[in-house]
Each structure stands twice: as C-alpha cells, then as structure tokens.
C-alpha cells in the first residue's frame, strides 16, 4: 500500500507543467515548484490516508484545486519573498517536512528538512532537523528533491497511518544528517 502511495506521489509530481512555472528570479520559480510538491503531497496524503496534515501558508491561499490533483497556483501571492512552506502534522510530537530558502555565506541556498519536535526547552517543544536536501538556488534540480522525499515518504505514511512520530523519528535519526535550525 505505501508502495503505491509512492508511485502515485511520482505520478503526481510528473503531471507538475514544469515549463508553466516562471519566476523573475530563481527563489521565486523554485518556491513555486516546492509550493507545487508540498501541494501534491498535500492531497496525496489525504486521499491515500484520511489524515489532511497543516500546510503554511494555508494550502488554499497558494492554489487552487481542480481535481484530480490538478492545482494552479496563485500567481497574485508573492513567491520571491516567500521564506519557506512547510506541511506538518501532530502524531504524539509535531513533524514537519519545510522547504526553505536562505542565505549562506551571501548565497541564497534551498533546503528540504523534517523538522521533529524532539525536545522540551523551558517547557516548549524545540524542532530537529533532518536535512533531506541542500544546495544553492542555481543548482537547485527536482530529481534529487523528488528522490529524497521518495525515501522518506513511507516511513511517513507510517507515521500518519499509524499516529505516531516513532517511524518517521527512526527514519531521520538512522538515515539523514542532523543541521541547525
């Protein structure tokens, strides 16, 4: 079943009209292409799973959705000073998967992390991330991103499937890098 989740994801992901997706600098093409996938997932976990995880900014003020997972994005929403988007859920500890730009040594960079309530600091959950992906803005390509959420992605359907942070959890701990918030 996982497995199928996956292929669908690739299916999904495919159907993105990449050529469409312009922007007067790289951050604004690329977060629209990260909008695009974090969209797709978005409502590929909810048909697949029942569970609709929290997406910010908020799913319907970044697209529209026409159906058979067919979103046009809003192209009134200013994507070039768009820091990140992230779509998380809360099975015993918050998760998050967060696409983000930022500035390394005066070079925009993106990344894609898990973010993992795994700590309390002064009584407040303090996020962990996992890098699944890095590089600058001018190297940024979508096979690598899609490879990396394609490895990640059953051990977090087992997470929502099974309502707990523990399969996901290992997954990061064993398999991805540790990095600073």
Known sequence: MVEEIVRAFESD????????????????????????????????????????????????????????????????????DLPQVELSGTY??????????????GEEWMRLVFALDEEDVKGKPLPMNYLLYDVPLTEFAIGPVLDAIKDALPKWVETIRARSEEPLSTYCKESLEFVDP
């Open 13 to 80: 992901i495919e159907s993105i009209p990449l050529s469409t997706i312009m922007g007067e600098t790289y951050n604004e093409r690329i977060m629209k292409l990260c909008v695009h996938i974090m969209l797709g997932l978005w409502t590929r976990i909810a048909l697949e799973t029942g569970q609709k995880l929290t997406m910010t900014p908020y799913q319907y003020s970044l697209g529209i959705y026409h159906g058979q997972m067919n979103w046009v994005l809003n192209e009134a929403l200013n994507y070039k």
């Open 92 to 105: 015993g500890k918050r998760h998050a998967l967060v696409a983000e730009s930022y500035n390394k040594k």
